[in-house]
Every structure is written in C-alpha cells, then in structure tokens.
C-alpha cells in the first residue's frame, strides 16, 4: 500500500488540497463478524463530482488485517496516523511501523485479511 500510494497518483482529487491520502488505523472491533484486533491501512479519495463538484464523491480501498483479541492486543488503544502527500511517506512509513499496534503483530500472522474498495468513510 506504501508504493502503491508512492507510485500511483490518482486524478480527478479534488483541489485545491490533495484530497488522496493514506491513513494507518488499529483497534479492537466487533464490526459483525467477532471481536478482532484489527490493524487497516487504507487510501481514500475525494473526488469531484460530476455536475456538483463541490459536493464531492469518497471513496476507499482498504486492506484489514485481523488478528485474535489477545489481552496484549485488547490493551492497546485505538488509534491512527494520516499521510497527506508523498512528501510525507517516509515519515508516515517509521510511524506506523514505531506504533505499539504494529508492532504486536508484525511477526504474527492474521487470522484473516480483507481487500475491499468502495464509497463512503473509513
């Protein structure tokens, strides 16, 4: 998601804020399939919209991670980071990857994953 947010560029944002971004997201979730710890990292887009540009159209791809609810996982808060431009990955990369969050489960692998795209917030 690093690269591909690095090397794709998407047209259409709008401006005059780059309204494509990049946000790393952790918590502790029943979000209707059981309770998981789940680490996402998601690129959302702001697009205009057609005859309403003002209005504006979001949309998202995110991939979820989800891991156990082990007390470890279950203790650490919910939170998140935001990258808003390219200038910012490499700093936004070392945060995410300073994050007690990510750091729980690096070396453990996820019960499950998910890859979803579709309109609306994170």
């Given at each position: 998601?690093?690269?591909?947010?690095?090397?794709?560029?998407?047209?259409?944002?709008?401006?005059?804020?780059?309204?494509?971004?990049?946000?790393?997201?952790?918590?502790?979730?029943?979000?209707?399939?059981?309770?998981?710890?789940?680490?996402?990292?998601?690129?959302?887009?702001?697009?205009?919209?057609?005859?309403?540009?003002?209005?504006?159209?979001?949309?998202?791809?995110?991939?979820?991670?989800?891991?156990?609810?082990?007390?470890?996982?279950?203790?650490?808060?919910?939170?998140?980071r935001v990258c808003?431009?390219?200038?910012?990955?490499?700093?936004?990369?070392?945060?995410?990857?300073?994050?007690?969050?990510?750091?729980?489960?690096?070396?453990?692998?996820?019960?499950?994953?998910?890859?979803?795209?579709?309109?609306?917030?994170?």
């Open positions: 998601m690093f690269d591909f947010y690095k090397e794709v560029r998407a047209d259409g944002c709008i401006a005059p804020l780059d309204r494509d971004i990049l946000a790393f997201l952790w918590g502790t979730y029943d979000r209707g399939e059981g309770m998981y710890f789940q680490l996402k990292i998601a690129r959302q887009f702001a697009m205009e919209a057609v005859g309403a540009p003002e209005d504006g159209i979001l949309s998202m791809l995110h991939l979820t991670f989800y891991y156990p609810p082990t007390p470890v996982l279950t203790a650490l808060r919910h939170g998140n808003s431009s390219t200038e910012e990955l490499g700093d936004f990369i070392s945060s995410v990857s300073s994050t007690a969050a990510y750091q729980a489960v690096a070396s453990v692998t996820p019960h499950k994953t998910k890859l979803k795209y579709g309109k609306g917030l994170i």
